[in-house]
């Protein structure tokens, strides 16, 4: 049996985008799934467009993710080079068979593949002029995905641009003629150039390669396809944010497969032994943010606290300035704060505001939320009753704090629950975050008592 084949062929004109993150995914975890071969291949023959900046985000985006490519730039093989900018003469040669087996004619300063059939033309109403058509049988399309696909090619198209630049076209079959593709997996956008690559196939005497078109990427609000400017479509960003890497692996392979029952969170080693081209959908995913913030949280929340904390401290470190207060407070006390934020945040980059108030006096008050505390009962009273009472509770554990914070309670006849919303506010200026026993234990007797009596002034 012939060994799987498969490519990713990104062009470096852009940040790196989901969808392109997806596609190369879906190649990746078939030649893994199979034992095969997976190759990247840059389509770099845009000169005005093509960055090195470009091309590092790609290497990058796909060295975070965890997708090693086999075969490629920085790999090497023996199907080399890896750069289509570096290919140039292999191409000239392909062209020129055309022009020699008279499936090529130059015209206009280009260079146009020649579908074989009856010619006739036609006046193009949106052209505003003749156009040659072609009558020739429609090429079928034997779809891993889509299943049999016909499509009518009746014109012919160019090859070689009037600059003497190859069209994506050539070079696509080329490559995957000479780099011995036996499966291309790309997005259900070029269905619509697979005809025309069928029939180059045919014309070099090549064997035709497995098509596999996989689902478009929908935009989360609105119709149409995800672009790169949509919100949330870039992967830099949410390796910036903090994000997992795992995380997005495990939420971009079920946008548009599904290992056969209802479940989403799944190690990659269990994904490659169950991924497989019939479990791919045919119908378009849409992208959910949301879901994916939710998926991180589970992958974040599974982390050794001991790694969390590691993590952690890398993420404030690339945060200048707005992380620098954090990583100035002790060792122990900053593993404290982290390990009590690791239930609740769904990226590391919701940590800085998340804890705030652990490493500054000088926390913000949310107003809203001040206005609606002070309104019930009386919490002067509470307060004054809560920093008298500081001295004598155990800070030792959350249940010894809460246990002194419910003694006093009771010797005033009142609930846990009437000291609670005020030492929130008056700790942390929210009223949201981890228990409010957990925060007394963390912040410590001292703190505490001087938030408490500062507040209390300040109201």
């Not at 090195?52 to 490629?72: C, R």
């Not at 920085?74 to 087996?101: A, N, V």
């Not at 994916?292 to 300035?321: D, K, T």
């Not at 005020?422 to 001292?446: E, K």
Request: aromatic share 10%; with cysteine.
């Amino acid at each position: 049996m012939t060994q799987v084949r498969v490519r990713f062929a990104p062009s470096p004109t852009g940040f790196f985008h989901i969808g392109s993150a997806r596609t190369a995914l879906f190649n990746w975890l078939y030649a893994r799934h199979t034992g095969g071969v997976f190759v990247l291949r840059i389509e770099d023959t845009d000169k005005e467009r093509n960055s090195d900046e470009f091309l590092n985000v790609i290497y990058n985006s796909l060295t975070w993710l965890g997708m090693d490519w086999d075969e490629g730039p920085q790999k090497g093989g023996e199907f080399g080079p890896y750069r289509q900018s570096e290919r140039s003469e292999i191409y000239q040669g392909y062209m020129q068979k055309l022009l020699d087996t008279g499936r090529a004619y130059e015209q206009d300063g280009a260079v146009w593949f020649k579908h074989l059939g009856e010619r006739y033309d036609v006046f193009d109403d949106h052209r505003k002029k003749n156009v040659t058509k072609v009558k020739t049988e429609p090429t079928v399309i034997e779809d891993r995905i889509r299943g049999r696909v016909e499509r009518l090619e009746d014109e012919d198209f160019v090859i070689v641009r009037s600059d003497g630049s190859p069209t994506f076209h050539l070079v696509n079959v080329v490559d995957d003629i000479e780099m011995r593709i036996t499966h291309v997996i790309r997005g259900e956008d070029h269905l619509s150039n697979t005809s025309k690559h069928v029939e180059l196939f045919k014309a070099f005497g090549a064997p035709l390669p497995e098509f596999a078109h996989i689902p478009l990427i929908l935009k989360q609000n609105g119709p149409g396809k995800m672009s790169k400017r949509d919100e949330g479509a870039l992967v830099e960003d949410y390796q910036s944010r903090g994000y997992l890497p795992e995380a997005l692996v495990n939420f971009l392979t079920l946008l548009g497969w599904n290992p056969g029952d209802d479940r989403e969170k799944m190690p990659i080693e269990e994904i490659i032994t169950l991924f497989d081209l019939p479990g791919v959908n045919q119908s378009n995913a849409r992208f959910d943010e949301k879901k994916l913030a939710n998926m991180n949280m589970h992958y974040l929340l599974e982390l050794p606290s001991e790694q969390f904390v590691v993590m952690a401290r890398g993420y404030f470190e690339s945060q200048g300035e707005k992380g620098a207060t954090a990583l100035a407070t002790d060792e122990a006390y900053f593993r404290e704060v982290m390990q009590l934020s690791q239930p609740k945040i769904k990226s590391f980059e919701e940590l800085p505001d998340y804890t705030c108030y652990f490493f500054s006096k000088d926390y913000p008050i949310i107003e809203k939320v001040k206005t609606k505390v002070l309104k019930k009962g009386e919490p002067k009273a509470r307060l004054e009753e809560l920093i008298a009472f500081v001295p004598n509770i155990d800070f030792l554990t959350d249940e010894s704090i809460e246990d002194g914070i419910k003694a006093l309670a009771e010797s005033k006849e009142m609930g846990f629950g009437n000291y609670q919303s005020i030492a929130r506010l008056a700790l942390t200026g929210t009223n949201a975050g981890p228990s409010i026993t957990a925060i007394i234990r963390v912040l410590g007797r001292d703190r505490v008592q001087k938030r408490l009596a500062r507040f209390l002034q300040s109201i």
